[in-house]
């Protein structure tokens, strides 16, 4: 079984993000993977959102936290909406009110084409993200879950701590947020190049 990579080179994740932002554009798109870098969710928690998870009707506003009970573990998550959720989800908004169908706070935020009730499915959203991987030259298994492995190695290379990310993640343990961090050789080898005792 392949295990899913993270991106870690910051070109190759601009690249991909330019994919569904200019390359091939498409709001729905570029919000879903903005939506999974950035919030370190399981794509069946994605998913699930819906417009009033996010966005403030009356107000017109982008909510500063998403509240959500993860699937998987049952655990509940309050996640800070940063300001690249905030552009992709309001220039979407503005696509869709474009298309003279603005969003109401039941809809499910990332809508599929087949029925208008019901979000893409995970086999779709995959396709979404391995398009553009493939688009980029991408090598490895690079999935739905990569997005959520990048945000960790990207928050771990900035500086926050693994247990803190295994706080975010939800696990159980530090080995499988090591799992998660993609930790390799190449980084072992900085370790011992920059350490000058």
């Not at 696509?95 to 208008?116: H, R, T």
């Not at 701590?161 to 080898?189: F, N, R, V, W």
């Amino acid at each position: 079984m392949n295990t899913a990579q993270p991106i870690k080179s910051t070109e190759d994740l601009q690249k991909m993000k330019a994919y569904y932002a200019t390359v091939h554009p498409n709001p729905r798109n570029y919000l879903l993977m903005i939506t999974g870098l950035n919030t370190a969710l399981r794509i069946s928690d994605i998913l699930s959102l819906k417009w009033g998870d996010l966005y403030e009707s009356d107000s017109g506003q982008v909510k500063k936290h998403i509240y959500i009970k993860e699937k998987k573990t049952g655990k509940d998550s309050c996640i800070f909406v940063n300001q690249n959720i905030k552009d992709a989800l309001i220039s979407y908004y503005v696509f869709l009110s474009e298309q003279n169908n603005p969003p109401k706070a039941e809809d499910f935020l990332f809508i599929g084409q087949k029925d208008e009730n019901l979000p893409i499915t995970r086999v779709q959203a995959f396709r979404i993200i391995k398009e553009a991987a493939t688009y980029c030259g991408l090598e490895g298994t690079i999935s739905c879950h990569s997005l959520r492995k990048t945000f960790g190695y990207h928050a771990w290379k900035q500086g926050t701590s693994p247990a803190l990310l295994m706080h975010i993640y939800h696990h159980s343990s530090y080995q499988i947020t090591k799992c998660y961090l993609g930790i390799d050789q190449d980084e072992q080898d900085l370790v011992f190049q920059n350490i000058m005792l």
